[in-house]
């Protein structure tokens, strides 16, 4: 089976980890050593932006 490719950028991924306080994880053992409860809430602030970014192009 093969993976599906990220929908993601690195660079975002990088930023919201940064936020989240959890990059310096992601450096030492790669994305696989995150918590599951780590990679749920960087999808919720994911969703986030996107949520924030389409109001902003729909009010202007």
Do not use: C, H, P
């Amino acid at each position: 089976m093969a993976r599906r490719r990220g929908i993601m950028s690195d660079q975002l991924k990088e930023e919201i980890a940064k936020e989240l306080g959890f990059y310096d994880t992601v450096q030492q053992e790669g994305w696989g050593g995150i918590k599951a409860r780590d990679a749920g809430n960087m999808v919720k602030r994911a969703i986030e932006i996107a949520e924030q970014s389409m109001q902003q192009k729909g009010g202007q």
